[in-house]
C-alpha cells in the first residue's frame, strides 16, 4: 500500500528569517505564518515596516539589526531561543548589493567587495555558526539560504555580487554535507523577482520576460512557496533550487 510519507509538519515550529520587512523576505515569512510557524522578522533598516509586519503574524516578534555587525548574529538567536525555547528553521535572506554593470572593474573597488561579502557570505557564515546547536538540537532543523541566478550563471550583475551568492551557493553543499541529517540545508536561486529593491529595472523586467519560457519575471510569492516545499520535505537537503522560470535555458 502507498504512504503518504516524507513531509513535515510546521506548525509550533519556529523561524528566523532575515531580511523580511519586505519583498522575498516578507512573503516567506507571512506563508510560514499562515503554515503555523512562529516567526522573528528581521531587517536592518525599515523598523516601522518590520514592526508592523510582526503584528500581524500570530505569535510573531521583530528584532531590528544588520547580520553583519558584531555580535548580532548571537544577539538574534539569543533573543529568539529567550522568546521561544527553541529555532527549527533559519530563512537567510539578507542580502546587499551595488548596482555596478558587470564589465565595470573600476567601479568594484575592494571596499565594495568587502561590503558585499560582509552581508551576503560572512553575516550568513556566522547566524548559522551561532543557530547551529539549537537547530541540531530539534533533530530536524532546517536552513535555506537565498541566493541567486548570479551565482550559477553569469547574467550580467557586478562582479562581487555574483560572487557572493556562488560562495552562498558553495556554502550550501559544504553545510548540507556537514549537519546532515540533523539539519537540512538547501538554497534557492531567484532569477529576476519583483520587489522594491528591482521596482525601477522596467528595461531589465521586460528584456527578462521575453526571454525566460514562463515569459515573466518572479513574484515574491513564487519563491516563498518554493521555500516552503523545501522545508517540508524531510528527504531534501544539498540542493540548490534554480527559480528563474527557465530564463536559464536561452540565456
Excluded: C
Excluded at 531580511?19 to 528581521?42: C, D, M, P, Q, T
Excluded at 546587499?96 to 568594484?108: E, G, N
Excluded at 573597488?109 to 547566524?127: A, D
Amino acid at each position: 500500500m502507498f504512504e503518504l510519507g516524507g513531509t513535515v509538519a510546521l506548525t509550533g515550529q519556529v523561524a528566523i528569517v532575515t531580511g523580511s520587512s519586505s519583498g522575498i523576505g516578507e512573503s516567506i515569512a507571512r506563508r510560514l505564518s499562515a503554515s503555523g510557524v512562529k516567526v522573528v522578522v528581521n531587517s536592518s533598516k525599515s523598523a516601522a515596516s518590520g514592526e508592523q509586519i510582526a503584528s500581524e503574524l500570530a505569535d510573531s516578534i521583530y528584532i531590528q539589526g544588520s547580520i553583519a555587525a558584531d555580535g548580532f548574529a548571537e544577539e538574534l538567536v539569543t533573543k529568539t531561543l529567550e522568546r521561544y525555547e527553541r529555532l527549527d528553521i533559519l530563512i537567510n535572506n539578507a542580502g546587499t548589493t551595488r548596482v555596478i554593470p558587470h564589465s565595470d572593474t573600476d567601479q568594484a573597488t575592494l571596499e565594495v567587495w568587502r561590503e558585499i561579502f560582509e552581508v551576503n557570505v560572512f553575516g550568513t557564515w556566522e547566524l548559522i555558526r551561532q543557530a547551529r546547536a539549537a537547530l541540531e538540537s530539534t533533530g530536524d532543523g532546517k536552513v535555506i539560504n537565498i541566493t541567486s541566478l548570479a551565482g550559477v550563471r553569469p547574467t550580467g550583475s557586478s562582479i562581487p555580487y555574483a560572487s557572493s551568492k556562488a560562495a552562498l551557493n558553495h556554502m550550501t553543499l559544504l553545510l548540507a554535507a556537514t549537519l546532515g541529517p540533523k539539519v537540512r540545508v538547501n538554497a534557492i536561486a531567484p532569477g529576476l523577482v519583483d520587489t522594491p529593491w528591482t521596482a525601477d529595472w522596467d528595461q531589465i523586467r521586460t528584456n527578462y520576460s521575453k526571454t525566460a519560457p514562463m515569459l515573466r519575471s518572479a513574484k515574491p510569492e513564487d519563491v516563498s512557496k518554493a521555500a516552503l516545499a523545501l522545508l517540508e520535505n524531510d528527504y531534501i537537503t544539498g540542493q540548490i533550487l534554480l527559480l528563474d522560470g527557465g530564463f536559464s535555458l536561452r540565456h
